[in-house]
T-cell receptor
């Protein structure tokens, strides 16, 4: 069964450093998302991406964040200058098409900012 | 924004017992999704509900979409130790367009005592 994959599974970085989190969505899906989950809290929406552009972003997704789909398979989240409070699990998700709300999540990347 | 309230926050049960948890909202949802999250993993879709009143089963799991479209419940029958995890309800936030960003509840932590 197709699944969303994410790399790395765990990323440790120093405050102020740039990180890039990578995702490979399910191949025929058209809508892509990033969510994050701070330890012990609920999953929160960050950004949605469709047709090679951001379709919506949350208040969390400030100028330090960017997303890109550099080729036909990868979907990346870049944090330009990490802060301590960026430490969280980051989940990529994808959805097939315009009809149907079901999103399929990847296993996540645990980001630890020191 | 839209909020989903899940209850109970946590449950501690004996293996073999049935479990019921629910999710309510102050606003209407057109889709209800139930996910399970194991520690350090991404949310895994259990059941998707698309119509008010719909009752759907997936093995020992049964979920219903409330007729008011403001609530849903998830039942697990004859619980087993591998049912341990956090169960989240989620629904597409009413943000317009077809982005379908998901709003998550805070989760129900289920512990099953063998």
């Amino acid at each position: 069964e197709p699944e969303v994959t994410q790399t790395p599974s765990h990323q440790v970085t120093q405050m102020g450093q740039e990180v890039i989190l990578r995702c490979v969505p399910i191949s025929n899906h058209l809508y892509f998302y990033w969510y994050r989950q701070i330890l012990g809290q609920k999953v929160e929406f960050l950004v949605s991406f469709y047709n090679n552009e951001i379709s919506e972003k949350s208040e969390i997704f400030d100028d330090q964040f960017s997303v890109e789909r550099p080729d036909g398979s990868n979907f990346t989240l870049k944090i330009r200058s990490t802060k301590l409070e960026d430490s969280a699990m980051y989940f990529c998700a994808s959805r097939p098409g315009p009809l149907g709300d079901t999103q399929y999540f990847g296993p996540g990347t645990r980001l630890t900012v020191l | 924004g839209q909020q989903l309230n899940q209850s109970p926050q946590s449950m501690f049960i004996q293996e073999g017992e049935d479990v019921s948890m629910n999710c309510t909202s102050s606003s209407i949802f057109n889709t209800w999704l139930w996910y399970k999250q194991d520690p350090g993993e991404g949310p895994v879709l259990l059941i998707a509900l698309y119509k008010a009143g719909e009752l759907t089963s997936n093995g020992r799991l049964t979920a219903q979409f409330g007729i008011t479209r403001k609530d849903s419940f998830l039942n697990i029958s004859a619980s087993i130790p591998s049912d341990v995890g956090i169960y989240f309800c989620a629904g597409p936030a009413n943000s317009g367009g077809s982005n379908y960003k998901l709003t998550f509840g805070k989760g129900t932590l289920l512990t099953v005592n063998p």
